[in-house]
């Protein structure tokens, strides 16, 4: 890219990160001692305001970069990944929000625990929701790396090493220093940016075609290289009966994955009462289910107007589809609008990662002192001892998902999310909905749920084409795969739900009437609610 690319983006990314350092100072000096203020922002947000967060919060660098380019060089089967991450959204509102809402108090644990033994069934959530942070965060990572060797050039490793490093560092300051509320100012802000570009990029493609979306989908057709194939089921998963059934499984994390993650499910605690966390929930699926049609169309633009070759020419994976389309409506390489349109894509997309990082970073960092740190210590643990260890956990969190981002640097952002998505379906979820649903359930049941849903995914993860046996692979010199589709959903989901049923069947424990009582109670009308 040209100097006046580089300078220009450079100084928007600079302004955002200035701007989000300023909002974490201010709150910063507030108090932030209290468990209360830092997991959940002291609970003030208001619907429309949580709405928006959570809309930042589940807007990735998937959604915006990953998406785009899985239907730019995919087309029809690239949107999967829109509908079934908005599609989720009905699982959450329906059986989730309102309920846990109720029942926690800052991570998926308290929800567990409030009728089964603590220790076991905290240490079980706690592991699991770490697990599924980190995976999403090294999504996170991949965008940015990509992004800024667009940027730069894309020539150096050593570019994309340090911006990923920069990533992590950021995240960790904004979590440690400002906690929930910063956060949360933090995504509203990125939700507002990044609707604004993606409406101002979706106006331009349809200004280009006339505001005739046919002509769109044809000349994305053309310019594929396949035809009518393009816009037809099969070109990415109909190859053969393997790739189908990866279509389904796929899906299938998509759909129950959102439900069971942590940074989705800790938004719900940030405001006074349940029906504020069934608004927000609203208020959220109306932002994000405009803004994936509006993907739908950046990424056949990208198709139409930039095409499939030039787009896996810059990454292979497809994540720079949309800052290339940016370039192209804004009047090409070395014009004044395409630098302009360039640099505000890459900014915004650069301040979409690095909101939805520290809202994963706090998430995780919570469950570790919430749930692993407070079950493993003799006593119970003083609620600034445990936002200390938080503090120090995203520390931590940050240098993992730095290490694994580096690695998994080529895949694209969109299915790497997938497979965090399979896990939290198959781990967090059947845990979840036994325990505000099922009143036998037992905590061996609940144990079992979470270890039978995350061992099998993570295993057949290690085990699938992902890692290792094909050019595409984190390993391409090695072949130690077994498992032939890329996302575990269909086997790990329903082996989930199959432990925890087996669990609780073969649990000498009797299940406490009363507990699920009170729970039962508490999550349907919010009397004791926190």
Not at 79 to 91: D, E, I, N
Not at 152 to 159: E, H, I, S, V
Not at 204 to 223: I, K, M, N, P, Y
Not at 266 to 271: A, K, N
């Amino acid at each position: 890219m040209t100097g006046d690319h580089q300078t220009l983006a450079l100084l928007l990314f600079s302004t955002f990160v200035a701007v989000t350092l300023a909002i974490t100072t201010w709150v910063s000096r507030h108090r932030q001692g209290s468990a209360e203020e830092f997991y959940a922002g002291g609970r003030l947000f208001s619907p429309m305001e949580n709405g928006f967060a959570i809309a930042g919060d589940y807007m990735s660098a998937a959604s915006f970069l990953g998406i785009s380019g899985l239907i730019a060089l995919y087309g029809y089967d690239g949107m999967l990944y829109s509908v079934g991450f908005l599609v989720a959204w009905l699982v959450v509102l329906f059986l989730v929000a309102e309920l846990v809402r109720n029942c926690g108090r800052f991570t998926l644990a308290d929800v567990v625990a409030a009728r089964m033994r603590e220790r076991p069934v905290r240490i079980a959530t706690g592991t699991s929701s770490v697990t599924v942070s980190v995976m999403y965060l090294v999504a996170q990572m991949v965008g940015a790396g990509s992004l800024v060797a667009l940027l730069l050039g894309g020539t150096t490793d050593a570019a994309r090493t340090w911006t990923v490093i920069g990533v992590g560092a950021l995240m960790v300051i904004y979590v440690s220093l400002g906690g929930m509320r910063a956060t949360t100012w933090i995504q509203i802000v990125k939700a507002v940016l990044l609707l604004g570009g993606t409406i101002a990029l979706t106006t331009l493609v349809l200004v280009r075609f006339h505001g005739d979306f046919d002509q769109l989908l044809r000349t994305a057709a053309e310019h594929s290289g396949h035809g009518e194939a393009f816009l037809a089921p099969g070109l990415a998963y109909g190859g053969d009966w393997t790739s189908r059934i990866d279509f389904i499984s796929l899906g299938l994390a998509l759909v129950l994955g959102t439900a069971g993650l942590p940074h989705i499910l800790s938004r719900f605690y940030t405001v006074p009462t349940a029906r504020a966390a069934r608004r927000s929930v609203v208020w959220a699926i109306g932002l994000i289910g405009g803004f994936y049609l509006m993907t739908i169309v950046l990424g056949f633009g990208a198709a139409a107007l930039v095409g499939p070759d030039a787009v896996r020419a810059s990454n292979a994976a497809g994540n720079t589809a949309v800052p290339l389309l940016a370039l192209d409506l804004g009047g090409g390489a070395g014009s004044t609008g395409g630098t302009v349109l360039f640099a505000v894509v890459a900014a915004v997309a650069f301040a979409t990662i690095l909101a939805v990082v520290a809202g994963i970073t706090l998430a995780s960092s919570a469950s570790v002192a919430h749930d692993l740190y407070a079950s493993l210590r003799r006593r119970r643990a003083e609620p600034r001892s445990e936002v200390a260890v938080a503090r120090i956990a995203a520390v931590g969190i940050g240098a993992v998902a730095i290490g694994l981002g580096l690695l998994a640097r080529d895949l694209n952002v969109a299915f790497l999310v997938g497979l965090a998505f399979a896990v939290a379906a198959s781990a967090n979820l059947p845990v979840l909905l036994y325990s505000l649903f099922w009143r036998g359930f037992t905590t061996r049941g609940a144990v079992w749920a979470v270890y039978g849903g995350l061992v099998p995914a993570v295993v057949l993860v290690l085990l699938s084409p992902v890692v290792s046996g094909s050019p595409q692979s984190l390993f391409p010199g090695a072949d130690f795969q077994y498992f032939p589709l890329q996302n575990p959903g269909l086997v790990s989901i329903p082996l989930g739900f199959l432990a925890g049923w087996l669990g609780t069947v073969t649990s000498p424990e009797v299940p406490d009437e009363a507990k699920h009582a009170e729970t039962e109670v508490r999550s349907l009308t919010g009397a004791g609610a926190v």
